[in-house]
């Protein structure tokens, strides 16, 4: 499969630089464990409003998303379970840190528009993995891709309001959010026709 340009460039950055001290026995699997491991500080931290500290954590899951990709694809560690737990940490990550935003941001609707058809794809995986007894993982579109990168600009944009509330990160975050419900749907549906599709295979 080609890469993207962009995607080319990001794993060129980290083979030059992160993965020449890497081991080879590190595989990618570990860096999204790192992120379900931050969730729930992640959260703490932002029930207790230390907005920066969540902030901080977040862009470091955020990094080990980026990492784990790049150590898979270089190094051709790529497997069925490795695609469904980086699937499962993207989700689980952007699902409850925008969730637990509700409790302060002023449009909890846009919150639930962002994360909805994340939602969706969590059960119908787990639908098809039970009716369809298949560990197939439909592998990630541009789409998805784009919606990923727009829901973490939104929830660091939702992070900056909270900490620094204006009007102007207000109408950022009411743009940003409704972006990646729009790119949420769209992908949602690519996903699942995918999905379906290898499952009958």
């Known amino acids: 499969m080609r890469k993207k340009p962009i995607q080319a460039k990001i794993d060129l950055f980290w083979e030059k630089t992160l993965f020449k ?8 699997n570990i860096f999204s464990g790192i992120r379900l491991v931050l969730i729930p500080f992640i959260l703490y931290y932002l029930a207790i409003q230390q907005f920066l500290v969540a902030i901080f954590l977040f862009l470091v899951a955020a990094i080990c998303d980026s990492i784990d990709g790049s150590l898979a694809r270089q190094r051709n560690k790529t497997s069925e379970f490795g695609k469904l737990l980086d699937s499962l940490a993207d989700k689980l990550l952007v699902i409850l840190i925008i969730a637990f935003f ?7 609707l846009l919150l639930v528009g962002a994360i909805f058809f994340d939602i969706l794809a969590l059960l119908g995986s787990a639908l098809v993995t039970v009716f369809w007894k298949t560990q197939k993982i439909p592998d ?4 998805g891709k784009a919606k990923m990168f727009s829901a973490v600009i939104s929830i660091v944009a939702v992070f900056l309001f909270l900490g620094f509330p204006n009007v ?26 995918e999905g379906f599709k290898k499952a009958k295979k």
């Open 102 to 108: 509700a409790f302060w941001y002023p449009y909890p």
């Open 21 to 28: 001290i890497i081991p080879q026995n590190i595989t990618p």
């Open 140 to 143: 990630s579109n541009t789409i």
């Open 168 to 193: 102007y990160l207000l109408i950022m975050t009411i743009a940003l959010l409704t972006a990646t419900s729009v790119l949420g749907f769209t992908s949602f549906l690519v996903y699942a026709i």
